[in-house]
């Protein structure tokens, strides 16, 4: 999973996609970002707040077959890096 980060002024964080057609059939694409998503929700609800801004998300095919739990860990070290920038 790729993750670009674009510090902005807003009241919340917002997510946008990038997955391409050659991801998969409309099914995995749709999967994999409503993995994604529910990583960043669980992320977020965690005791650190998420850096205010819009991340754009570029989910690997790793993102179909990981283990939630791992996508989850993948997202919260993604903060933490954020965090230390």
Known sequence: MSVTYLPMDLPAPQLAFAVPTSFGTAVERQRARRRCRAAFRAAWSGDGPAPVGVYLVRPGRRSL?????????????????????
């Open 65 to 85: 077959t990981a283990p939630f739990e791992s996508v989850c860990v993948d997202i919260e070290q993604m903060f933490e890096s954020l965090a230390e920038a």
